[in-house]
């Protein structure tokens, strides 16, 4: 799970997550991949990326949370990946020399970081001079959800401050090309994608969970009247019907 990530990650993002692929989720990182590379899989969650990701090659999957690395060695023994192994450890403290990693790769990551400029610079001291960084991170300005209603809006605006309080960023997609050239990174290249995650039914059920279980919590809590308001929001959509969402992916790519 990714560094500073909001508590109530429900059933239905971690069946989301279980389903990722690095054929769909990492398509366009993939050829940049050297046979014969040391591959960093950032905030790899349960691993169904970092088995598919540089065959042939020596992957490393990067996560915080002991959980979700015990579903990745399990994942990895499934498919027979003996090439890919999984280290907990912090995005900010990677433990590995200066200068001995060939590419490193994330999805999903960048919009849980409290300091994003501190990871990329932990991430660029581990690349050699030329080495690959490859990012995919959301952008929630560009997510596209029909239809989008006046109750919609406001329990995704309860989203956005959640994940504001837990220290990440909703709309980092938007800002990632700027913080890595900011961190020394060059020939930046980025483009958009929108994929379906949770159904829209799924993603207010997801929301309206997170926000129950925040407000639950003992002790003080910023904005408790207009969470509260975004969960009873939340409520309204899950019982409203159906319809349609896609999240936006800033795809990312620069040379150490």
Not at 84 to 94: G, I, N
Not at 142 to 163: I, S
Not at 229 to 250: C, E, P
Request: aromatic share 8%; net charge positive.
């Amino acid at each position: 799970m990714p560094d500073g990530y909001a508590p109530g990650f429900g059933e239905d993002a971690m069946s989301m997550m279980a389903a990722r692929t690095a054929a769909e989720r990492a398509a366009f990182a993939l050829p940049l991949f050297a046979p014969d590379a040391h591959v960093l899989d950032l905030g790899c969650g349960p691993g169904t990326i970092t088995v598919g990701l540089a065959p042939g090659a020596r992957v490393t999957g990067i996560d915080v949370s002991q959980e979700q690395l015990a579903r990745a060695r399990a994942k990895a023994r499934g498919v027979r990946r003996s090439t890919v192994d999984f280290v907990a450890a912090s995005v900010y403290a990677l433990p590995f020399e200066s200068s001995t990693v060939d590419a490193a790769f994330s999805h999903a990551l960048f919009e849980h970081l409290r300091n994003p400029q501190e990871a990329l610079a932990e991430i660029r001291r581990v690349l050699r001079p030329g080495a690959i960084l490859a990012i995919s991170t959301s952008d929630w300005s560009k997510a596209k959800l029909r239809p989008r209603t006046a109750n919609v809006e406001a329990a995704l605006r309860g989203h956005y401050l959640l994940r504001r309080h837990a220290g990440g960023n909703p709309f980092a997609g938007k800002t990632i090309a700027t913080e890595v050239a900011t961190a020394g990174f060059t020939d930046i290249t980025t483009r958009t994608r929108h994929r379906p995650d949770l159904t829209y039914r799924e993603l207010a059920a997801y929301i309206e969970r997170r926000l129950a279980n925040t407000l639950n919590t003992p002790g003080p809590l910023p904005h408790r009247d207009q969470l509260a308001s975004a969960a009873r929001s939340a409520q309204t959509w899950l019982h409203s019907g159906d319809g349609d969402f896609t999240q936006s992916w800033t795809e990312l790519t620069a040379t150490r």
